[in-house]
């Protein structure tokens, strides 16, 4: 298996394609990959995942793919590393590397606003027209429409829901689901009262509304989304485990560990050191 390192911040590539030229790869680094034509499979940790015309995938450090190409395919390939995503910045976005990250959870295109589409396309236009065509700021242009994808590209994972959430979900369940993700660094507004009572439910009505809808406890699921953003944390950050302890609200760093350990069997530190040497 060879493993794909990236040297610089960002690179953008334009490739035309009739078979796969690499095969069986492993990445270090994010890749969004917008496909301008041709269709396929993208096998990606074990999986197959059909692709065509206009899907827009994100593949992740550590992901492990190859590309099956069956009809000729052009793919604009947009390769970051993660200090680039750490240096990101955002007015409300926070910790965009680890929300990207997140993406690993999706199947196949991450564009789930259909409006997005045309704007993906676009950008895509501009950025071949510019690796194309050198003129001076050159870098500067890119990385603007480098960081106008990686906005759609957040808030179109930001929509992740429930694995078992029925399609046709009212607009109740995705409110609620809502208010969990955003207030995830809030203990006090994640209790189950509190969050029966900003729906004007009962707590048990709550409990099992969120399970029909949801295929999972709304602790589970409120455990789980908390667990993958420390994991990430952990990964992608350079943050002290007090201030993970501190951005999450528990009350120290014995606690978050407890609530990790249970999740993960094993320590946070323990869980660092696995990620940056791995056996």
Do not use: W
Request: contains cysteine.
């Amino acid at each position: 298996m060879k493993k794909e390192n990236i040297h610089q911040s960002f690179e953008v590539i334009y490739k035309k394609v009739e078979e796969c030229p690499l095969v069986n790869l492993h990445l270090s680094f994010f890749q969004m990959v917008y496909v301008i034509s041709g269709s396929g499979f993208l096998h990606i940790n074990g999986n197959a995942i059909s692709y065509q015309k206009g899907n827009l995938m994100m593949l992740t450090p550590n992901d492990h793919y190859t590309f099956d190409i069956i009809n000729t395919t052009e793919f604009l390939l947009v390769k970051l590393n993660s200090e680039y995503l750490k240096r990101y910045q955002s007015k409300s976005i926070d910790h965009i590397e680890c929300l990207l990250y997140y993406a690993t959870h999706l199947s196949g295109c991450i564009l789930k606003r259909k409006e997005d589409e045309f704007l993906v396309k676009s950008i895509s236009d501009s950025l071949i027209h510019a690796i194309k065509n050198k003129d001076i700021y050159d870098e500067d242009l890119i990385t603007h429409y480098i960081n106008a994808l990686i906005v759609i590209a957040a808030r179109n994972i930001a929509k992740i829901k429930p694995a078992g959430l029925k399609e046709n979900a009212d607009k109740r369940i995705l409110e609620i689901i809502n208010y969990i993700q955003t207030n995830i660094f809030f203990p006090q507004k994640l209790k189950i009262s509190v969050i029966a009572n900003q729906f004007d439910l009962s707590d048990t009505y709550l409990g099992n509304y969120f399970k029909t809808h949801c295929g999972e406890t709304i602790q589970s699921f409120i455990s789980n989304y908390k667990i993958r953003l420390i994991e990430h944390r952990l990964k992608f950050s350079d943050m002290r485990i007090n201030e993970i302890v501190n951005e999450f609200g528990f009350s120290d760093e014995s606690h978050l560990n407890k609530f990790f350990k249970k999740h993960r069997n094993i320590s946070l530190t323990g869980y660092r050191k696995a990620e940056i040497f791995p056996v």
